[in-house]
């Protein structure tokens, strides 16, 4: 109940295309939904976070869509750039108390220019 | 800021051997979490600290591995002995760590990549 599925494992994206990255929950406690990106040999930086009390949150070319009736949330990168080529990482946690990420396992975007 | 740093960035090491990786959080950040980075498992937390004080350890792989933060600026993790399974990319980050703003962001370290042969 602790996990969270990310889909798909790769993805190859046209240079000014849409990525979609999808995750999936189970534990219903989870309030706190952050996107990481990750570049080789880099740690995971912040890219972009949401709370279950909106359904969409946009910041740039980046948009959380989030769905908590079917506890779904995915990542929308719009005019992909070949700079956006990564791995990004979907997590959750519980707001209150505990500090624990949960993190999806992780998806390898490759923009083609 | 210079953000978290870790050190060594590489560790290659034989079986058996002791493994000590470093960890110096921001300064001011109040929250330190140890992840591990493998192809398989992903992204495990292993431990995290909250004023220097363990608050859960349940991601520790098992009696081998320590996590110590006697400072505020400062934080080991031990292996011992180290086995080729712990093959991975150990991961610091920091975080505000306001309890009661327990989103606060992570950052995280560049990492270090330990290879056991």
């Known amino acids: 109940q602790q996990q969270v599925k990310q889909s798909p494992q790769s993805l190859i994206v046209q240079k000014g295309g849409i990525s979609i990255i999808n995750c999936a929950y189970e534990?219903?406690?989870?309030?706190?939904f952050p996107w990481y990106q990750q570049f080789p040999g880099k740690g995971p930086a912040l890219l972009i976070a949401?709370?279950?009390?909106?359904s969409e949150k946009k910041e740039g070319r980046f948009t959380i869509s989030f769905n908590k009736s079917a506890k779904q949330f995915s990542l929308h990168i719009m005019d992909s750039q070949p700079g956006d080529s990564a791995t990004y990482f979907c997590a959750a946690s519980i707001s209150r108390g505990a500090q624990k990420l949960v993190f999806g396992q992780g998806t390898r975007l490759t923009i083609n220019p | 800021d210079a953000g978290v740093i870790q050190s060594p960035r590489h560790e290659v090491t034989e079986m058996g051997q002791e493994v000590t990786l470093r960890c110096k959080p921001i300064s001011g950040h109040n929250s330190l979490f140890w992840y591990r980075q493998t192809m398989m498992r992903g992204l495990e937390l292993l431990i995290y600290?909250?004023?220097?004080?363990?608050?859960?350890d349940s991601g520790m792989p098992e009696d081998r591995f320590s996590a110590k933060m006697p400072n505020a600026s400062f934080s080991t993790l031990k292996i011992q002995p180290s086995e080729p399974r712990d093959s991975a990319v150990y991961f610091c980050?920091?975080?505000?760590?306001?309890?009661?703003?327990?989103?606060?962001?992570?950052?995280f370290g560049p990492g270090t990549r330990l290879t056991v042969l």
């Open positions: 949401i709370r279950p009390d909106v």
């Open positions: 980050a920091s975080s505000l760590g306001r309890l009661a703003f327990a989103t606060d962001t992570q950052y």
């Open positions: 600290f909250n004023n220097n004080v363990p608050i859960d």
């Open positions: 534990n219903t406690a989870f309030d706190y």
